[in-house]
T-cell receptor, first 115, second 113 residues
Framework: EAGVTQFPSHSVIEKGQTVTLRCDPI?????LYWYRRVMGKEIKFLLHFVKESKQDESGMPNNRFLAERTGGTYSTLKVQPAELEDSGVYFC?????????????FGPGTRLLVL | GDSVTQMEGPVTLSEEAFLTINCTYT??????LFWYVQYPGEGLQLLLK?????DKGSNKGFEATYRKETTSFHLEKGSVQVSDSAVYFCALSASSGYSTLTFGKGTMLLVSP
């Protein structure tokens, strides 16, 4: 069974440009999460989808970030316009039920560098 | 709010040495506790977890016990190998509602032959 996949693995863009990250969860997983790790800091929660609905987006830093999950399958995270402080590693994770005790399965991450 | 504190790294050990990485947490209720590991060039993968007080999670020779009285979940391994070199993250998820993970900063482990 395929794991969580993310694309691209790396992205280097200039300040002010737009970048779109994609996440494909494990097939059948209704719950999809986005996290971000800025260098030297903790991995921080961004948002959580249950199927196509946003269950919790309390971690989204500002309105330059837009996440979608059309059809409840893959998800995209768009940053527009990108700022220097958006640099970091963006992780996607998925789980079956979303219960607190359940394992979240992570993708390899997208490393974003904004110059 | 919820938080996780883990020891700063890097932790440098020789092969076959004993490993402890400390992790303490602040949360209401009874969260579930996790250790994730990130090997070089790879994503995060679950190492072990414990979902209630006094539970012990174990995997690949690593162990951690959920201690409610000290709000801790320290990771231990009796004899580390070079292949254990990685970044280790302690995390919790709240006891109610949908789970989102709260992570510590991560501890890099470097094991030399």
């Amino acid at each position: 069974e395929a794991g969580v996949t993310q694309f691209p693995s790396h992205s280097v863009i200039e300040k002010g440009q737009t970048v779109t990250l994609r996440c494909d969860p494990i097939s059948g997983h209704d719950n999809l999460y986005w996290y971000r790790r800025v260098m030297g800091k903790e991995i921080k929660f961004l948002l959580h989808f249950v199927k196509e609905s946003k269950q919790d987006e309390s971690g989204m830093p500002n309105n330059r970030f837009l996440a979608e999950r059309t059809g409840g399958t893959y998800s995209t995270l768009k940053v527009q316009p990108a700022e220097l402080e958006d640099s970091g590693v963006y992780f996607c994770a998925s789980s079956l039920t979303g219960a607190a005790w359940e394992t979240q399965y992570f993708g390899p991450g997208t490393r974003l560098l904004v110059l | 709010g919820d938080s996780v504190t883990q020891m700063e790294g890097p932790v440098t050990l020789s092969e076959e040495a004993f490993l402890t990485i400390n992790c303490t947490y602040t949360a209401t209720g009874y969260p579930s506790l996790f250790w994730y590991v990130q090997y070089p060039g790879e994503g995060l993968q679950l190492l072990l977890k414990a979902t209630k007080a006094d539970d012990k999670g174990s995997n690949k020779g690593f162990e951690a016990t959920y201690r409610k009285e000290t709000t801790s979940f320290h990771l231990e391994k009796g004899s580390v190998q070079v292949s254990d070199s990685a970044v280790y993250f302690c995390a919790l998820s709240a006891s109610s509602g949908y789970s989102t993970l709260t992570f510590g900063k991560g501890t890099m482990l470097l094991v030399s032959p």
